[in-house]
């Protein structure tokens, strides 16, 4: 069992800047490919980054690529989404996400745990 736990988001204007934080806790998750998700009111959960067991490697979407980051430190079991220049595009709710294995995560069906996810509000 793996529990993660979202925080971070907020109300920040188009053109800034936020970090989201993800604690994960349980038996793999040092070693479980992570990635974060996101959802805007009336559409479907989308893929928006992905990051391996080890950290080495990483992937996203093509709406955030140059804009977001995402890294992990494994001594504090936590991974992290870097965002900058925000707009409003980028509204949603945003879910951390765990696999089973090492590997990178990018479908829904791929994912075995969600967090609760955090709110991310970008004003025009």
């Known amino acids: 069992q793996v529990q993660l736990v979202e925080s971070g988001g907020g109300l920040v204007q188009a053109g800034g800047s936020l970090r989201l934080s993800c604690a994960v806790s349980?038996?793999?998750?040092?070693?479980?490919?992570l990635g974060w998700f996101r959802q805007a009111p009336g559409k479907e959960r989308e893929f928006v980054a992905t990051i391996n067991g080890s950290g080495d490697t990483t992937y996203y979407a093509d709406s955030v690529k140059g804009r977001f980051t995402i890294s992990r430190d494994n001594a504090k079991n936590t991974v992290y989404l870097q965002m900058n220049s925000l707009g409003p595009e980028d509204t949603a709710v945003y879910y951390c996400?765990?696999?089973?294995?090492?590997?990178?995560?990018?479908?829904?069906?791929?994912?075995?745990?969600w967090g609760q996810g955090t709110q991310v509000t970008v004003s025009s």
């Open positions: 996400a765990a696999g089973q294995r090492s590997l990178l995560i990018t479908l829904t069906r791929q994912v075995l745990y």
């Open positions: 349980g038996r793999t998750s040092s070693s479980a490919g």
